[in-house]
């Protein structure tokens, strides 16, 4: 049920309805012609032959006409009834199908196997095999993979930095969240699975430094710098921890703990107003990453602050200066991609319209 089904089916109609004059003709077989997204009641009436085994009433008048249920009287298994008649009552020709037996049937499938082993014309395509309890595998992102061999995606170069998450269910390319100068191109990230969270914020973060230059002024794209936050309880868990890819990235990566929060906000704020001030639009990509959010407790918002000080003179707190980030950094390079364990978490950080603030989010079980 998408836009790729419904090219198919118009297509389908048009071989149907005109192919039989250059002699291309059409084999259609099915289960069941009942349900919402079934082959149009038009295209079938271009069918002049049908063949209906035992099926019930209403597959019955699907298959040959509204008028004829002779297909729910069928009884022998590979009984049938075969229709030339646009699916007429007087058109059904009782008959057996011709049956297979097992023992042929796979050596017959056994031959077309070795036949199509020793053919050298037939490319040799990966199968797409998906299976819902396998983790997705970064070493078969063909993009991914592109990116970190040649600094390019199918021969051009990215439009912007690209945070591939996982495998599509679908026969489409992996999911990516992409990271363009604008505002709101924040990802915010909101589930209970701590392993999850930190395979898709590591992944993130590789295929983040894979699209930019770690070096200024180098060939593959743009330079970019990270800063990770991780609390301190990160450290009784190495496996969780997001700073171990410093030992394997290049780029430059701050790691910054529960003690230097406020300093890394207050630089950050700095950083995004100077970019601001001075009109600096194509600097260095920075991406600041925060594995759970719940634990700092810095970041979460003064109930009792109404946005105003009396001296005017009142310094900007961690949790200011965290919105700053997420409000204007997005369009002078500066994203954020933050995960929260839960809503009620999230809620004692950010106010509904800062939340806003994250166009790309990413939901797991909660």
């Not at 085994?53 to 249920?69: K, P």
């Not at 990235?249 to 970019?275: C, M, N, T």
């Amino acid at each position: 049920d998408d836009k790729l089904a419904q090219d198919c089916s118009l297509v389908l109609d048009r071989l149907v309805r005109q192919g039989r004059a250059f002699g291309m003709h059409v084999l259609l077989g099915s289960q069941t012609l009942g349900g919402a997204y079934s082959l149009p009641r038009a295209t079938m009436g271009q069918m002049a032959v049908r063949v209906a085994l035992q099926c019930n009433e209403a597959d019955s008048r699907l298959i040959l006409s509204e008028d004829n249920t002779a297909a729910r009287l069928l009884t022998r298994p590979g009984e049938a009834i075969y229709n030339d008649a646009n699916g007429m009552v007087e058109g059904n020709h009782p008959f057996q199908v011709v049956w297979l037996g097992e023992e042929r049937r796979e050596r017959f499938l056994g031959k077309l196997r070795a036949l199509a082993d020793s053919r050298t014309d037939i490319p040799q395509l990966p199968r797409l095999v998906f299976d819902g309890n396998e983790a997705a595998d970064p070493a078969a992102n063909r993009l991914l993979t592109s990116l970190l061999d040649t600094g390019m995606i199918d021969g051009k170069p990215a439009v912007a930095p690209l945070a591939w998450l996982g495998d599509a269910i679908a026969i489409k390319d992996p999911t990516v969240a992409t990271f363009r100068r604008q505002g709101g191109t924040n990802l915010l990230i909101v589930g209970q699975r701590e392993d999850l969270a930190t395979r898709i914020l590591a992944m993130a973060t590789v295929s983040l430094a894979a699209g930019s230059d770690p070096y200024p002024g180098g060939a593959i794209g743009k330079p970019a710098r990270f800063v990770l936050f991780e609390p301190a309880i990160a450290e009784e868990h190495p496996e969780t921890m997001i700073t171990r890819l410093t030992e394997f990235l290049p780029h430059e990566i701050e790691s910054v703990g529960r003690l230097g929060v406020a300093d890394a906000f207050a630089d950050l704020a700095a950083e995004v107003q100077r970019r601001l001030d001075e009109q600096i639009l194509d600097a260095e990509s920075v991406f600041v990453i925060i594995r759970d959010l719940g634990r700092f407790r810095e970041c979460r918002r003064d109930e009792n602050d109404f946005g105003f000080s009396m001296s005017g003179e009142q310094k900007a707190s961690p949790a200011q200066n965290l919105v700053t980030v997420l409000k204007d950094g997005p369009t002078v390079g500066i994203h954020a991609i933050i995960w929260c364990d839960s809503l009620t978490n999230l809620q004692r950080t950010f106010e509904r319209n800062t939340l806003k603030e994250f166009e790309l989010r990413v939901l797991f079980q909660m």
